[in-house]
C-alpha cells in the first residue's frame, strides 16, 4: 500500500521568505511523487513530479522538490514566496505498477504575510 | 485549447435523491480518471478509464456509486440515493496515457461540488 503524509494543514510565511512544505511517503516499491497546487476557485494543477530521473525536480512557479530515498521525503521549497503563492498544495503518490492510481495526501494550506 | 470541463459546478439535491455529474476531458485523452475531495481531507481516487480498457473501479466507497464513459470521450459519474456524506467536491481529470509516464501529465477540471441536504 502507498500513502502520502503532509506534515501541517496550514504554513504561513512572509512575502520573500523559504517556503518549504514537507512530504513524507510510504512506499513498498519505488515511488513516483507529484506536488499538485490548487488555487482559490480553480482546479488542481501539476507543480512537478518525480519518476525516478533526477532526484532533484524543478517545477512551475519557482518550486522544487528534492527526492530522498533515505528519508521517505518529498520536501517541496521555494527560496523566496511571493503573494500569488498562496493556495492549497497537495502531495501525492503513484508507482509504475500501479500509475493509473494516485494517493494524494490531505494538503497544505500556504498562506503568504505582506 | 479547451481544458477539462465538469457540470454542473454546483448541484443541491435532497438526500435519497439520484444526481449526475458530467465531464468533458481534453480531446484526444485517453485516460479519465474521478475523485473526490472532502472537506480538509485530499483527493480520494474513484474510477479510472482508459481507453477501452475495463475501468478500475476500486475506489468507489459504495455500490450506490457508479460511472460510465461513453464514445471514450465524454463521462459521467452517478450517485444514487444519496447520502449526507456525499457531500464533497468532485474533481475528473484526463491524461494522455498513465499519468505517471515522464512525458504525461493529469489535467483536472474545476470540480462539481455536490451538497446533500
Known amino acids: 500500500a502507498q500513502s502520502v503524509t503532509q506534515l501541517g494543514s496550514h504554513v504561513s510565511v512572509s512575502e520573500g521568505a523559504l517556503v518549504l512544505l514537507r512530504c513524507n511517503y510510504s512506499s513498498s516499491v519505488p515511488p513516483y511523487l507529484f506536488w499538485y497546487v490548487q488555487y482559490p476557485n480553480q482546479g488542481l494543477q501539476l507543480l512537478l513530479k518525480y519518476t525516478s530521473a533526477a532526484t532533484l525536480v524543478k517545477g512551475i512557479n519557482g518550486f522544487e522538490a528534492e527526492f530522498k530515498k533515505s528519508e521517505t521525503s518529498f520536501h517541496l521549497t521555494k527560496p523566496s514566496a511571493h503573494m500569488s503563492d498562496a493556495a492549497e498544495y497537495f502531495c501525492?503518490?503513484?508507482?509504475?505498477?500501479?500509475?493509473?492510481?494516485?494517493?494524494f495526501g490531505s494538503g497544505t494550506r500556504l498562506s503568504i504575510r505582506p | 485549447g479547451a481544458g477539462v470541463s465538469q457540470s454542473p459546478s454546483n448541484k443541491v439535491t435532497e438526500k435519497g435523491k439520484d444526481v449526475e455529474l458530467r465531464c468533458d476531458p481534453i480531446?484526444?485523452?485517453?485516460?479519465l480518471y474521478w475523485y473526490r475531495q472532502s472537506l480538509g481531507q485530499g483527493l480520494e481516487f474513484l474510477i479510472y478509464?482508459?481507453?477501452?480498457?475495463?475501468?478500475?473501479k476500486s475506489g468507489l466507497p459504495s455500490d450506490r456509486f457508479s460511472a460510465e464513459r461513453t464514445g471514450g470521450s465524454v463521462s459521467t459519474l452517478t450517485i444514487q440515493r444519496t447520502q449526507q456524506e456525499d457531500s464533497a467536491v468532485y474533481l475528473c481529470?484526463?491524461?494522455?496515457?498513465?499519468?505517471?509516464?515522464?512525458?504525461?501529465?493529469?489535467?483536472f477540471g474545476p470540480g462539481t461540488r455536490l451538497t446533500v441536504l
Open positions: 481529470a484526463s491524461s494522455l496515457d498513465l499519468p505517471a509516464a515522464v512525458t504525461d501529465t493529469q489535467y
Open positions: 480531446s484526444g485523452h485517453t485516460a
Open positions: 478509464f482508459q481507453g477501452n480498457s475495463a475501468p478500475d
Open positions: 501525492a503518490v503513484s508507482s509504475y505498477s500501479s500509475a493509473s492510481k494516485i494517493i
